[in-house]
T-cell receptor, first 113, second 112 residues
Framework: KAGVTQTPRYLIKTRGQQVTLSCSPI?????VSWYQQTPGQGLQFLFE???????NKGNFPGRFSGRQFSNSRSEMNVSTLELGDSALYLC????????????FGPGTRLTVL | QKEVEQDPGPLSVPEGAIVSLNCTYS??????FMWYRQYSRKGPELLMY????GNKEDGRFTAQVDKSSKYISLFIRDSQPSDSATYLC????????????FGKGTKLSVKP
């Protein structure tokens, strides 16, 4: 079956702009989580959505937001971009149970100039 | 203190060597422990997970948890060049697999 897909794969923006990233989970999966990966901080949890509701939230400023649609596809938005937002943004999907495996997409590489 | 600590390496070994990758964690309430592998330009993929203390073996890979010392390990036997990747330990926060705390990852290079 098809894996998790993320679009776009690469993105270049300038400071102050906003950006929207998209994630399509594996068919049947209802949970989508977003992570930010940087060389300095590693992989950090942003938020998790399950059945269109935010279930968990990491320690990121309010400029980072997300949503999930009824078909489980998810988007995350970053407003007022800063240089430090340059990172690989990964989404992961699962069925949503406490022991269900998360499957990661290939990520969106965001560069903020 | 970070909740999960991992030596970032890099680690370079010859083909066939036994590799030991390690993480420490701070919260004694953690019960599930995972190892992910991430190849360059790819997302992480789950390699193994263990529950509570003990060992779990899968082919050339063995995951080990010592809850008394809050120490988790991944051993790779007969390492192959195809094992060259970054290995990340991860722990579900609050019991939710959707919220993982990751170590920073150890970059492993296996030389032929």
């Amino acid at each position: 079956k098809a894996g998790v897909t993320q679009t776009p794969r690469y993105l270049i923006k300038t400071r102050g702009q906003q950006v929207t990233l998209s994630c399509s989970p594996i068919s049947g999966h209802r949970s989508v989580s977003w992570y930010q990966q940087t060389p300095g901080q590693g992989l950090q949890f942003l938020f998790e959505y399950f059945s269109e509701t935010q279930r968990n939230k990491g320690n990121f400023p309010g400029r980072f937001s997300g949503r999930q649609f009824s078909n489980s596809r998810s988007e995350m938005n970053v407003s007022t971009l800063e240089l430090g937002d340059s990172a690989l943004y990964l989404c992961a999907s699962s069925f949503g149970g406490s022991v269900d495996t998360q499957y990661f997409g290939p990520g969106t590489r965001l560069t903020v100039l | 203190q970070k909740e999960v600590e991992q030596d970032p390496g890099p680690l370079s070994v010859p083909e066939g060597a036994i590799v030991s990758l390690n993480c420490t964690y701070s919260n004694s309430a953690f019960q599930y422990f995972m190892w992910y592998r991430q190849y360059s330009r790819k997302g992480p993929e789950l390699l193994m997970y263990t529950y509570s203390s003990g060992n779990k073996e899968d082919g050339r890979f063995t995951a080990q948890v010592d809850k008394s010392s809050k120490y988790i390990s991944l051993f790779i036997r007969d390492s192959q060049p195809s094992d060259s990747a970054t290995y990340l330990c991860a722990i579900p926060y609050g019991g939710s697999q959707g919220n993982l705390i990751f170590g920073k990852g150890t970059k492993l290079s296996v030389k032929p």
